[in-house]
T-cell receptor, first 111, second 111 residues
Framework: AAGVIQSPRHLIKEKRETATLKCYPI?????VYWYQQGPGQDPQFLIS???????DKGSIPDRFSAQQFSDYHSELNMSSLELGDSALYFC??????????FGPGTRLTVT | QKEVEQNSGPLSVPEGAIASLNCTYS??????FFWYRQYSGKSPELIMS????GDKEDGRFTAQLNKASQYVSLLIRDSQPSDSATYLC???????????FGQGTRLTINP
């Protein structure tokens, strides 16, 4: 079965640079979620979109923004990167508010 | 106090035995409950979802929910070495999109 696709899988950026992470949900899924997981920590919810509209917001820094496009893929834009932004970033998708399925993640390293 | 609490472990269980993982939550508005398995450096993988009080069985896995006690558990029967992973309990409030995770329990199955 098709799964959530994320790109890139690994990303190395320097402080104050900008990064864009992409997420392609499972076909027919209409809701996309973004989570951040630091080393040894549990995933923390950032933001979600349902039918291209922001549906919920968590602890997402003002330096980050996201959107969902007409084909339901989503992008997380991160600016003025800080060392503390180094983490695994997961995208998940669901059909409505049903079970969330996670993608393989993007490992972001900020140096 | 975290919204979702788990014993971080490590929990060590002999192969073939039953592994019991526990989770408590503080928000009485929580309506949906999930167990995810996460191998080191990988993404969370959905194992079970449970929405009503009682037991739900799927193969070697049984989820148990007690809303009055704000308690959810996962039993793994006939534990295998491949079950060694971190198990994340996640909770979703009615009407909300985000999952709130516990800190995870690290489970080791000893051959």
């Amino acid at each position: 079965a098709a799964g959530v696709i994320q790109s890139p899988r690994h990303l190395i950026k320097e402080k104050r640079e900008t990064a864009t992470l992409k997420c392609y949900p499972i076909p027919r899924h209409d809701t996309v979620y973004w989570y951040q997981q630091g080393p040894g920590q549990d995933p923390q919810f950032l933001i979600s979109f349902y039918e291209k509209m922001q549906s919920d917001k968590g602890s997402i820094p003002d330096r980050f923004s996201a959107q969902q496009f007409s084909d339901y893929h989503s992008e997380l834009n991160m600016s003025s990167l800080e060392l503390g932004d180094s983490a695994l970033y997961f995208c998940a998708s669901s059909l409505g508010v049903d079970e969330q399925y996670f993608g393989p993640g993007t490992r972001l390293t900020v140096t | 106090q975290k919204e979702v609490e788990q014993n971080s472990g490590p929990l060590s269980v002999p192969e073939g035995a039953i592994a019991s993982l526990n989770c408590t939550y503080s928000d009485r508005g929580s309506q949906s409950f999930f167990w995810y398995r996460q191998y080191s450096g990988k993404s969370p993988e959905l194992i079970m979802s449970i929405y009503s009080n009682g037991d739900k069985e799927d193969g070697r896995f049984t989820a148990q929910l007690n809303k009055a006690s704000q308690y959810v558990s996962l039993l793994i029967r006939d534990s295998q070495p491949s079950d060694s992973a971190t198990y994340l309990c996640a909770v979703k409030r009615s009407g909300a999109q985000k999952l709130v995770f516990g800190q995870g329990t690290r489970l080791t199955i000893n051959p």
